[in-house]
């Protein structure tokens, strides 16, 4: 899937909108080939779902 940044918190997390959905959260630790501190708000960005203890998350997020 693929979506925009919306949030970014300086705890590590932030939340993704995707196009016709609730939007995602994710954390730093789902990044790949980034570093949490190089996104910005806007930036384009691929990722699946997956579920976690607190309902759906993205995963391996990557900047487009």
């Given at each position: 899937?693929?979506g925009?940044?919306k949030t970014l ?9 995707r196009?016709?959905e ?11 080939d980034?570093?949490?501190d ?6 384009k960005v ?8 607190k309902?759906?998350?993205?995963s ?5």
């Amino acid at each position: 899937m693929e979506g925009i940044i919306k949030t970014l918190t300086e705890r590590g997390f932030g939340f993704i909108e995707r196009e016709g959905e609730d939007d995602i959260f994710f954390h730093s630790n789902d990044l790949v080939d980034t570093q949490f501190d190089d996104l910005k708000v806007g930036d384009k960005v691929s990722f699946e779902v997956a579920q976690s203890n607190k309902g759906p998350k993205a995963s391996n997020v990557t900047r487009i």
